[in-house]
């Protein structure tokens, strides 16, 4: 009777768990988001650094992920440093009135989990240039647990790790960065490249 109880809290306790948070903010800076432009006369490729947010995850329930990831739209860079400041300048994105480039997650379809890793398609507002949008994008989740302290060389800190990958692309006219212009050089399709990391340190 007594172990019958016991697992009964037991199940009871793993079905009231709360979800775990993972912050994005990368404490070893190596978080960067890919970005390719695959024009006719110019191929341009180039990274975005400024990953922040926190993701809501439970191993027993990925569908119910939730979250928002942020990007500062000036640490958008390419090799060329000219580039890089027409990439910047208000013709473009314009930093200085849009700082910032988020994606909301609202919810996550066509879920599947082996093993450590969550397969989903994502549905969520993807905001860019002051305008936002509703995209669905394939990624998927790998849940890392008790590699938090392993991560930073640590491992007396235990904690999870939450690593989100996924590829999609936009097209840059629909957030009205140059529409129709300059094609030939700047590829209005823009492919996003996305592994990121998140922790979750052991309370």
């Known amino acids: 009777m007594k172990r019958h109880l016991l697992l ?11 979800p775990l948070s993972f912050d994005f903010k990368d404490p070893k800076g190596v978080n960067a988001i890919q970005f390719h432009l695959d024009s006719l006369l110019e191929p341009i490729s180039g990274t975005a650094s ?7 995850f439970d191993p027993a329930n ?3 992920t939730a979250g928002k990831i942020t990007v500062a739209t000036k640490s958008l860079v390419v090799s060329n440093a000219t580039m890089t400041e027409h990439l910047q300048s208000p013709m473009w994105l ?3 009135a849009n700082p910032e480039i988020v994606f909301e997650l609202t919810s996550l379809a066509n879920v599947a989990t082996t093993g ?3 397969s989903a ?6 905001s860019l240039k002051g305008v ?3 995209i669905s994008v394939p990624v998927k989740l790998t849940h890392l647990a008790g590699a ?9 800190l235990g904690g999870d790790l939450l690593v989100i990958r996924g590829e999609f692309t936009i097209n840059r006219g629909d957030y009205g960065i140059q529409p129709g212009k300059n094609e030939d050089k700047v590829n209005p399709e823009v492919k996003l490249i996305l592994a990121i990391v998140g922790g979750a340190p052991k309370a």
Not at 121 to 126: C, I, L, M, V
Not at 148 to 156: A, I, Q, S, T, V
Request: net charge positive.
């Open 8 to 18: 009964a809290l037991a199940l009871a306790t793993s079905l009231t768990a709360a």
């Open 50 to 56: 400024g990953v922040i947010g926190t993701v809501a």
């Open 62 to 64: 990925p569908a119910a």
């Open 94 to 96: 314009d930093v200085a």
């Open 116 to 118: 450590n890793t969550t």
């Open 121 to 126: 398609t994502a549905s969520g507002k993807f």
């Open 132 to 134: 936002t949008k509703e």
């Open 148 to 156: 938090y302290g392993k991560r930073l060389n640590k491992p007396e």
